[in-house]
């Protein structure tokens, strides 16, 4: 296998939209042409030279579920170019790049796009089996007879579907009410939530105000004929005593709040990746590059549902033969502003001694509790601000930590041009 550098050329990311908003109208398969099509346009690589897609996505649509292949339909790419669909929940568009990276590595392809997708606003409610046999029985009957005898059988609780939601099948807990415990187990307080929460909006909004974001995310043009250009859930005026007002979500004692945590968001996002001399033989100039990629899983019936990122940090580091304080920037997920901030009170414990957590290092542009959080795009959300952040600050190698459901922490390294 090749060690040489994997270059990451461009890429794009859509506005991200709170569920049900803008996007209502778009399908996942819809957001995610946009981006593999305005990445190559940005790039202005030739399409055919495109071996492979790599794309993530958590809640694939019943109708299509190789989302990847979908949106390339959509993208007006080749229909000669393979496609995968991967699904690491929250860590989705890190683990299609790393895919990808792997591929390019191995020799089987030369360039490959990777992203991801999410389109909360497309789930559609689940029925009981019950009910699904019933239709089932009934769309195989034959004749009317048959139809009328089995709809003389018909109970109306068959039309009351499952809503649809995120609750882990071990546990039967949500990722919320596993957050809520995190942030007890570790000692994080509402108020210190709030007040994360809201650097993330003031970080973001003021990264928007000064053209930050305008370099990496492209406009969409919807079937209403609304044209978004900027992420929907991004609050200028958001403070403290409006926090404080919000009722805890999932405990009557706990301290997540709609506030301090991440929205249910639409939105997608895509990369350009290459070797370093593929980059130089087409003339192209990378952002950066992947220095290293770790995944590691804990035992939710004894540990922290999120921690898991935590226990990646060291195989990363490694990986990569940097040290905790070489980095210039960490980018960490922002599912829950308490499972931030136990990560942080985690990687600064005598367990891990992983190091101490320079805040002025974290998130500096505003994270995923205010821009939002389509699941299966936020990995590439986070490749393309932290590339763009090292860039802006003239630093050389960032850290990302995703957390996500299932016990998975994910956590790639890049280093700047």
Known sequence: ??????????????????????????????????????????????????????FGIVSAPAEGSNVAREALFDSGLSPSIPCTTVNRYCASAMEAAAGIAAKIQSGQIEIGLAGGVESISSVRALFSSEATDFFQDLAKAKTMGQRLGMLANFKASYLAPNAPGIKEATTGLTMGQSADLMAREYKVGREEQDQFAL?????????????????????????????????????????????????????????????????????????????ESKAKELGLKPLGFLKSYAAAAVDIQT???????????????????????????????EAFAGQVLATVRAIESEKFNIGKVDMSKVNPHGGSIAIGHPFGATGGRMILQTLHELKEMNKQYGLISVCAAGGIGSVMILERT
């Open 1 to 54: 296998m090749s060690q040489e550098r994997i270059a990451i050329i461009d890429g794009v990311r859509t506005p991200f939209a709170r569920a049900r908003s803008v996007f209502h109208k778009m399908s996942a398969a819809n957001l995610g042409g946009v981006v593999l099509r305005e990445t190559v346009s940005r790039t202005g690589i030739d399409p055919k030279l495109i071996d492979e897609v790599y």
């Open 199 to 275: 650097a993330s909006h003031n970080n973001a909004s003021k990264a928007w105000e000064k053209g930050f974001f305008q370099s990496h995310v492209c406009k969409v043009a919807t079937p209403e004929g609304k044209v978004v250009d900027r992420d929907t859930d991004v609050r200028s005026d958001s403070s403290m005593e409006k926090l404080g007002k919000l009722k805890p979500v999932f405990y009557k004692d706990g301290t997540i709040s709609a506030g301090n945590a991440s929205p249910l968001t639409d939105g997608a996002s895509a990369l350009l990746m290459m070797k």
């Open 303 to 333: 540990e922290p549902l999120l921690i898991g990122p935590v226990y990646a940090i060291p195989k990363a580091l490694k990986m990569a033969g940097l040290t905790w304080d070489q980095l210039d920037l960490i980018e960490i997920h």
